[in-house]
């Protein structure tokens, strides 16, 4: 037996194509309006009284003499840079031994 093509049809019946209509107007309705939802009135509830709550700023700060970092005078600035050397030569050290034990 060899099977049949059959051409499916499909028809929209009149309680479909109304209720199409019927839901394409309602989507419609609800860009005329101002609110979201058609038919609802959504009012908001009224601003408080006063100035708007701070919010946060994504511009840089101005440019306040009080906030710029203190500048170190010569014998911090050497102490620190002694420092930093120190650390980077401690450092350099121990790589250097980690280095070795790992070869042995």
């Not at 710029?68 to 620190?80: A, H, Y």
């Amino acid at each position: 037996m060899r099977a049949r093509n059959r051409r499916i049809r499909h028809r929209l019946t009149p309680k479909a194509a109304l209720f199409a209509a019927a839901l394409g107007a309602f989507g419609l309705a609800g860009c005329a309006g101002d609110v979201p939802i058609p038919f609802l009135d959504i009012a908001l509830p009224p601003a408080p009284a006063g100035p708007p709550p701070p919010y946060p700023s994504m511009v840089a700060p101005a440019d306040d003499p009080d906030s710029k970092p203190p500048v170190l005078n010569e014998v911090e600035q050497k102490r620190i840079e002694d420092q930093l050397k120190k650390y980077a030569t401690d450092r350099e050290t121990d790589v250097k031994k980690r280095i070795q034990r790992d070869k042995n």
